[in-house]
């Protein structure tokens, strides 16, 4: 099959670029630095996903993973809302081999914590998904979200390696842990390639950091 992500330079897209490449397949990357995999089934874009005119011509393409994001910085909303809306519309028109999209949204996008410009464009990239399931569930694509609490990247060393932050971080984490990449890589591949029927629906993933924390006062 033939695979776009978006944001494959670094951190997840990446990791979820060299597993679907280790599982035989043809990966198509965009991403605004330059590529960090070497891989003869890999084709890597250097490209802005919020500049829509920008966007090269790839074909064909069965699955789109838009991952792409920025964090409490002036673009958030331009690059994690419009940047996707771009990418899904780019590529989703006239493209009858497509099968699956889905959408890196966020827990804040539930509950609303972190910065306010990135909670609002992950919120709203769950509002456009859940826009696109409706438009393709009669040609049987499914469109999902998967919502990720604190995830064991690069990115988040910072707070890994803090001990009195991340001692509190665990704290309201009622599973004591936070989530592995190749875990994530594992809930990619399940609703793009393994998942038929579960579409418009946005999966939290955080350890019950949002569901399970006991707040009963008697």
């Given amino acids: 099959m033939r695979i776009l992500i978006t944001g494959s330079s670094s951190g997840i897209g990446k990791k979820v670029a060299e597993m679907f490449l280790g599982k035989g397949h043809q990966v198509f990357g965009i991403d605004l630095n330059a590529s960090s995999i070497k891989d003869t089934n890999y084709t890597h874009i250097v490209a802005d996903i919020k500049d829509k005119n ?17 964090q409490n910085s002036n673009d958030d909303i331009a690059n994690n809302l419009q940047g996707t809306i771009n990418v899904t519309e780019k590529y989703m028109e006239g493209n009858s081999a497509l099968k ?6 966020s827990a804040s996008s539930i509950s609303g914590a972190e910065f306010p410009q990135y909670a609002a464009s992950k919120a709203g990239v769950v509002g456009y998904m859940k826009n696109v399931a409706i438009k393709l569930a009669p040609k049987g694509i499914t469109v999902n979200a ?22 509190k971080i665990m704290e309201v984490t009622p599973m004591k842990k936070w989530t592995e990449v190749e875990e994530v890589c ?16 946005n999966i939290l993933i955080d350890n019950g950091e949002h569901d399970l924390n006991d707040r009963f006062v008697w």
Avoid at 54 to 70: K, M, V, Y
Avoid at 100 to 105: D, H, K, Q, V, Y
């Fill in 146 to 167: 998967i919502s990720l609490g604190g995830v064991k990247t690069d990115l988040n060393k910072p707070v890994m390696e803090d001990k009195e932050k991340f001692a």
């Fill in 54 to 70: 920008a966007l090269p011509e790839i074909e064909n393409i069965d699955i789109i993973f838009n991952n792409a994001g920025l």
């Fill in 100 to 105: 699956s999209i889905l959408f890196n949204a």
């Fill in 186 to 201: 594992e809930w990619v591949y399940f609703l793009t390639c393994v998942n038929k029927s579960c579409s418009g629906q």
